[in-house]
């Protein structure tokens, strides 16, 4: 097994650390888009089912941390999300 494609799913969790920690700090995502993050997420689900019926682990474990970044990232800009 190629331990390299195992880097993706490091630099996704790094990547989606300092939009987290601004959300988190601010608790505000008024310039953020939420269906940007809504579409991430579904594409990003699809990728992982087609990882786990291919039995393409490195891809699948890669793209779950993304999902697991992205969807924290989608649950904080809702709930920060002030109501117009």
């Known amino acids: 097994m190629q331990y390299i494609f195992y880097l993706p799913a490091i630099l996704f969790l790094i990547s989606g650390l300092p939009q987290?920690?601004?959300?988190?700090?601010?608790?505000?995502?008024?310039?953020i888009s939420v269906l940007m993050y809504l579409i991430t997420c579904a594409a990003?689900?699809?990728?992982?089912?087609?990882a786990y019926l291919n039995r393409n682990t490195s891809i699948m474990?890669?793209?779950?941390?993304?999902?697991?970044i992205t969807g924290t990232n989608t649950f904080l800009v809702i709930k920060y999300k002030k109501n117009n």
């Open 61 to 68: 474990v890669s793209n779950l941390a993304s999902l697991v």
């Open 44 to 50: 990003i689900i699809i990728i992982v089912v087609d």
């Open 20 to 31: 987290m920690i601004k959300l988190l700090k601010t608790k505000s995502s008024e310039d």
